[in-house]
């Protein structure tokens, strides 16, 4: 089950650059940066309450983030959930007809566990969950 809206991931150009502009919006510093090389993604996250803003940068031509970019332009990439359990969700998501990104979770940023839905599915939103380790 999803226990609530974790993040919103933006896709970016230049992480420094944006996070420079998001700085001066929120008036505060990134809470933490890091760099997921499975994903071939340099990131920064805002902390605002219960709700995090994490700008995405791609590190390799060949990232998901690159491709979105040069597709689409910067922008909303997609939104986080937390859940409880990330395997039973999937298995649950996929029996009531989501389409799975990956069947399996794999390890994203800020210690958790993600597995994407396909936007087909989702109208038109990339959808994110994510479970703590």
């Known amino acids: 089950?999803?226990?609530?809206?974790?993040?919103?991931?933006?896709?970016?150009?230049?992480l420094h650059r944006s996070a420079e502009t998001f700085e001066k919006l929120f008036g505060q510093p990134a809470s933490h940066t890091e760099t997921v090389t499975d994903q071939k993604v340099k990131i920064a996250f805002f902390h605002l309450g219960n709700v995090s803003i994490e700008l995405t940068e791609a590190i390799s031509p060949e990232s998901a983030i690159a491709k979105f970019v040069e597709k689409r332009g910067e922008g909303i990439h997609h939104l986080s959930f937390e859940v409880e359990d990330i395997d039973e969700e999937l298995r649950r998501l996929k029996k009531a007809g989501f389409l799975p990104v990956d069947e399996t979770p794999r390890q994203g940023a800020d210690g958790y566990r993600v597995a994407f839905l396909h936007p087909k599915s989702t109208n038109g939103v990339l959808i994110e969950l994510s479970q703590k380790r």
């Open 1 to 14: 089950m999803m226990k609530k809206l974790l993040h919103v991931g933006i896709a970016v150009k230049e």
